[in-house]
């Protein structure tokens, strides 16, 4: 199953794009022998409306427009699910058992997701209550989509 992350707003250079780029790269050398590939992040910028629906409304545009055909979609939302990291790999391992073929997981803009987006999706996920800076947020998914491939794979960096 191919994943991929959609991000609104880019990474500028520096330790938090570094850090996130390891954790990426961690993720696309392990993840092919369980059956998940990295197809990369796509960035696209925030928008300059005036509103906040209509920004949200473009962006979700942008990010639909990204989205492979049939994706299932997973939201990064501060009002999400607070699930466990194993219960985020059980997930993503259910839905690559049952065929499905790509995974798209979105963070959203500074004023959160479009109510369509949060319809279509299958999970919208929190990193806990606390509002994180989007760098941030791209970090900690970049690790625990490294941590889904080793738990997944039965590899020792997760202990619970």
Not at 45 to 62: D, F, I, L, N, T
């Amino acid at each position: 199953m191919k994943i991929a992350v959609h991000a609104v707003g880019r990474m500028k250079a520096g330790p938090e794009k570094e850090l996130a780029d390891r954790y990426f790269d961690r993720f696309a050398k392990s993840g092919p022998a369980i059956g998940l590939e990295f197809s990369g992040v796509g960035e696209f910028p925030e928008s300059r409306a005036q509103g906040v629906a209509e920004r949200r409304r473009e962006e979700a545009q942008k990010l639909q427009a990204q989205l492979a055909p049939g994706a299932v979609l997973f939201l990064l939302d501060e009002r999400g699910k607070n699930i466990s990291s194993e219960q985020f790999s059980e997930r993503i391992a259910g839905f690559r058992d049952s065929g499905q073929r790509n995974l798209a997981i979105a963070i959203g803009g500074p004023d959160g997701h479009d109510p369509a987006l949060h319809q279509a999706a299958t999970l919208v996920l929190s990193f806990g209550a606390l509002t994180w800076p989007h760098q941030l947020v791209r970090i900690m998914l970049a690790e625990q989509l490294y941590r889904t491939a080793t738990i997944l794979s039965g590899h020792p960096y997760h202990r619970a």
